[in-house]
């Protein structure tokens, strides 16, 4: 009898407690459904166990800045969307509000507090000397006369420079770039922080670290914000309660300890080491043809119409194309494509995606050179036919269009494939403002592997048969034309 009423009892309690959270669920519910704020965060996934490119399976930006901004965004109720750029430029795109938050395992430093904004720290590093297994440095001092490097924007820069009589500072983009270097002998020793260094050291069993004597702790790594910025204070919450329950512990022990599985080849040249990134690399291709066509679309196009206004006899048509052609054939191309890509958003605000901006610089860049090509073709093409057509009555767009064109085209084909060459080559050019194609794809797997030949002799296998596709589908259509004749 008791046990029944007991059972009732919690019967009761139950349906009540159900009543009363239910709705309250339901309100989190709905909340959940109403579309998240994105937030962009920037790194420099160059700096694994932090950030890094997780090659070997999906491509993404992995390590534990990567979790602890996930976890915080949660917490908070944002969407997390990562860019990727080098670390020297991610101050610039705080302050240029390309993105919202930084988080690159970035000290907080004095310095940068005068650009930037900072959370509370959320991790303190210390600094470290790796070298070449033979020698090995204890301190600053002992690499006195000697080639040093660091990367180029990092606080370890400054370290390099209190050698005393360095023989050279070397600045490199990227951290792994660093291992390289020592590697060939390039530098003596680098500077890098300990959970880096690490896992540098496990990589490549012919490397061995030192920390530096123990400065005061006070390289905190924290995440940065532009100045002003309503985020801080809330992100600051979120990062005392994960120092308190443990999170930032876990996150340690996740990523810190785990030595990487290709553990470094000590061969001269080894290309097992591309096990497992291969199919990572070949996802380049795609972009790279993508990228390659709609430039020479864009570039084809706007060649003809610029080729056209060359030819009309109309002074200002003439003028507009002659001015673009000396300007577009008289910068670099390389110049082009930063200048598209940095100084839209700084001029007009809108946020140009990388492809885009790489499409219109390499489009805009062969209409220049396709202009003159088509221009040559046109002016090839036999007088005969333009007064056969004018005698006909065939007005000048129709004769433009189906009797003059054709015929330049079929003029000037073998210099149309040249120019998609040059295109499918210098593709490569864009991996600087960091489109996925296959260079930039082969320069994640050498920072990965910590090796240089393998990757890039790949990539350069590919880009030759790409060519050598393309020269041969030309000839097929070249012949074709031939015995249209
Ligand atoms: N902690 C150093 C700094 O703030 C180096 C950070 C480098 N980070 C990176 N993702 N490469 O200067």
């Not at 920037?42 to 901004?69: H, L, M, Q, R």
């Not at 705080?94 to 993105?99: I, K, S, T, Y």
């Not at 296998?461 to 393309?470: D, G, H, Q, R």
Request: hydrophobic content about 45%; charged content about 20%.
């Amino acid at each position: 009898m008791n046990k029944r009423k007991l059972y009732n009892g919690l019967m009761l309690a139950l349906v009540l407690l159900f009543a009363l959270i239910g709705p309250v669920m339901n309100v989190h519910a709905q909340e959940a459904e109403a579309p998240k704020k994105k937030l962009i965060m920037g790194t420099s996934p160059d700096f694994p166990p932090f950030e890094s490119v997780d090659a070997k399976n999906t491509g993404d930006i992995v390590g534990f800045d990567i979790d602890t901004a996930n976890l915080i965004l949660d917490e908070l109720g944002y969407e997390l969307q990562i860019q990727s750029m080098d670390f020297n430029g991610l101050i610039a795109a705080l302050q240029a509000g390309r993105v919202d938050f930084v988080m690159s395992g970035m000290s907080a430093t004095e310095e940068r507090k005068t650009s930037v904004d900072f959370s509370e720290p959320y991790y303190y590093a210390r600094n470290s000397i790796v070298s070449k297994a033979e020698h090995s440095y204890e301190t600053l001092e002992a690499l006195e006369g000697l080639v040093v490097g660091a990367q180029l924007g990092s606080i370890q820069e400054k370290v390099a420079y209190e050698v005393p009589n360095p023989a050279d500072v070397r600045k490199l983009n990227k951290v792994p770039d660093l291992v390289q270097e020592i590697n060939s002998g390039r530098i003596a020793a680098a500077i890098v922080e300990d959970a880096v260094a690490v896992d540098m050291t496990n990589a490549n069993p012919g490397l061995v670290m030192n920390f530096l004597p123990s400065e005061e702790l006070d390289n905190g790594y924290a995440i940065a914000f532009p100045k002003g910025s309503p985020y801080v204070e809330e992100f600051n919450t979120v990062i005392a309660k994960f120092h308190e329950d443990g999170t930032f512990e876990e996150l340690k022990q996740k990523w810190f300890p785990e030595p990487k599985n290709n553990a470094g080849s000590d061969k001269l040249i080894d290309f097992s080491v591309l096990e497992g990134y291969v199919p990572y690399i070949m996802k380049g291709v795609g972009v790279t043809l993508l990228f390659t066509l709609v430039s020479a679309l864009l570039g084809l196009i706007l060649g003809s119409i610029l080729s056209l206004f060359k030819i009309s006899g109309i002074k200002p048509l003439m003028w507009f194309a002659t001015g673009y052609t000396s300007i577009f054939r008289g910068t670099p191309l390389l110049v082009q494509l930063t200048l598209i890509y940095y100084a839209t958003p700084q001029l007009t605000g809108y946020d140009i995606p990388a492809l885009l901006a790489a499409g219109l610089a390499f489009g805009l860049n062969s209409a220049a050179y396709l202009s003159e090509t088509i221009r040559a073709g046109i002016m090839a093409v036999d007088k005969g036919q333009q007064e056969a057509a004018i005698a006909l009555g065939i007005p000048y767009r129709k004769m433009m269009i189906s009797i003059i064109f054709p015929q330049a085209l079929r003029n000037i084909l073998p210099a149309l494939v040249n120019e998609c060459v040059a295109l499918i080559k210098e593709s490569s050019l864009v991996s600087v403002i960091g489109v996925a194609d296959l260079m930039r794809r082969a320069d994640i797997v050498r920072a990965d592997t910590f090796r240089s030949f393998e990757a890039l002799l790949l990539v350069a296998a590919i880009y030759y048969v790409l060519v050598l596709i393309l020269t041969s589908l030309a000839r097929m259509l070249e012949r074709r034309l031939r015995r249209g004749d």
